[in-house]
């Protein structure tokens, strides 16, 4: 029997790594070092890609002040993603790099043309995380009052995404020439304008950077709402989601699947990642004291509901732990993170819709044990759901060396014993790695 292989991501917030801990970098000023050494470890296991998160404020819904963020490091401070992309592109050869940029805040001729450029600079692994933006608090950083209204911000990025589109194809892949002798760089005639000019964008084009490796960037998406389904199903090559167990995370691959067929894609072409948070332990005894000890460290509630409250602009401080939400909560910003938080209709309270699960902002399965049995349930689950993978992260996104070296040099070690994940790179490039298997 074949075992079906799946693929490996890994979320990463852009924040000061795990600084409380004795074996942190907190002594040392923000630095990006530690982003790049992981993704070197990242690679070690053969993951298809590392995600870098992006927010473009300082948040302040919580208690309605920035001080529990900028206290805790809690989505803050976080820097561009851009030039560590860079970074973690040059000190690593075959892992893919993505980085987050949203449609808000990039002109799209600038975005091509940095897509274009990193991904030539780092030989073909760039991908872009195409994001709106979520938040009033980052328009307001861009000239605006409020965030546009979802429909809206989802009507302009598909405009935005044909204009890029274009962008990227107004140079034919053989446009550059290079011919010595007779003096060409390259041919003006495979070099065109794009001339759009659309309901929300007017750009003229050309591109003036040459075609890259990949000739445009892999496209990662992580629409919730039935709308950012469409968006995604539509426009990427990876889609990063969280979900509520295997059901959940089946029935959110399956709709996506269908859209993308209805969109006129392969579905195959598409592949679905899930968020996971596994704890890792010695043994079971081992695992489940790391896990209590750290859903009972102090700041991790507050740390869970400071996040939330920032994505959704929906103040937590003003809810009872110990009593469920008083009604179905609805946000302009991420709305299917809150869906997926909010559990609405358990009769969770809300200390156990933090708690519960391996904490409950992005974790689509409960892992806690050996690596070997944290890689025996995602087998399980990815059989269950029917593919593409999983993208790992800590449920309060920051991260430690230690948790690094116990997934690259723990957990990854026991999937690929089992078949499941790569042990080699097939491809230069992160598109061909993605549509591998
Ligand atoms: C796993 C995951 C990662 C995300 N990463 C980012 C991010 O880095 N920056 C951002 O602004 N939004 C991020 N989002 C939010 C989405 O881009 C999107 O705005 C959100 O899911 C709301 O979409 P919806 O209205 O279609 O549900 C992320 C969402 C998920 C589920």
Redesign the pocket.
């Known amino acids: 029997m074949s075992t079906k292989r799946f693929h490996l991501g890994w979320?990463m917030n852009f924040t000061p790594d795990e600084w409380r801990t004795p074996f942190g970098t907190g002594g040392r000023p923000w630095d990006g070092r530690f982003y790049v050494e992981m993704a070197q470890a990242l690679e070690r296991a053969c993951f298809d890609y590392i995600m870098i998160?992006?927010?473009l404020m300082v948040p302040q819904t919580f208690g309605g002040s920035t001080e529990l963020s900028l206290r805790n490091a809690m989505m803050v401070p976080k820097h561009d993603p851009a030039p560590l992309a860079v970074a973690m592109g040059m000190a690593t050869t075959r892992l893919g790099i993505v980085a987050?940029m949203?449609t808000l805040a990039y002109p799209p001729f600038l975005l091509a043309r940095l897509c274009s450029t990193i991904d030539s600079l780092i030989g073909g692994r760039f991908g872009w995380?195409i994001?709106?933006?979520?938040e009033d608090l980052?328009a307001q950083n861009f000239g605006l009052d409020r965030l546009p209204p979802?429909e809206l911000r989802?009507e302009m990025a598909d405009e935005y995404l044909d204009v890029v589109r274009k962008l990227f194809d107004s140079w034919d892949s053989n446009a550059v020439v290079l011919d010595r002798e007779a003096g060409i760089y390259a041919d003006h005639a495979r070099v065109r304008p794009i001339d759009h000019v659309g309901k929300f964008y007017k750009v003229r084009g050309p591109l003036n950077t040459v075609p890259s490796p990949q000739h445009r960037p892999v496209f990662v998406?992580?629409?919730?709402?039935p709308?950012?389904?469409d968006?995604a199903a539509l426009h990427s090559d990876s889609i990063?989601?969280?979900a509520n167990g295997p059901e959940s995370m089946k029935a959110f691959r399956d709709d996506i699947r269908v859209r993308a067929a209805k969109a006129g894609r392969n579905p195959d072409d598409v592949k679905v990642l899930f968020?996971i948070t596994p704890t890792l332990g010695e043994d079971a005894d081992d695992a489940r004291e790391k896990h209590r000890r750290m859903v009972s460290a102090p700041h991790f509630i507050t740390d869970i509901l400071a996040s939330i409250s920032a994505?959704t602009e929906i103040d937590f401080a003003q809810f009872d732990l110990d009593l469920p939400l008083p009604h179905r909560l609805v946000t302009n910003?991420?709305?299917?993170?809150l869906d997926k938080f909010q559990q609405y209709g358990s009769g969770k309270t809300l200390r156990e819709l933090v708690v519960g699960g391996a904490g409950g902002l992005?974790s689509s399965l409960e892992l806690v044990g050996t690596p070997d049995h944290v890689a025996g349930l995602m087998a399980e689950a990815m059989e269950h759901v029917g593919g593409d993978g999983f993208?790992i992260t800590t449920p309060v996104l920051r991260v430690s060396r230690g948790y690094v070296v116990e997934i690259a040099d723990g957990l990854i070690p026991a999937l690929q014993r089992r078949g499941l994940t790569r042990t080699v790179y097939a491809h230069p490039t992160l598109r061909e790695n993605l549509l591998d298997f």
């Open positions: 979320f998160e992006d927010k987050t949203s995380n994001v709106t933006s979520a980052a979802r989802y998406q992580a629409g919730g709402s709308r950012g389904r968006f990063i989601s969280v968020c994505i910003g991420e709305q299917g993170s992005v993208l």
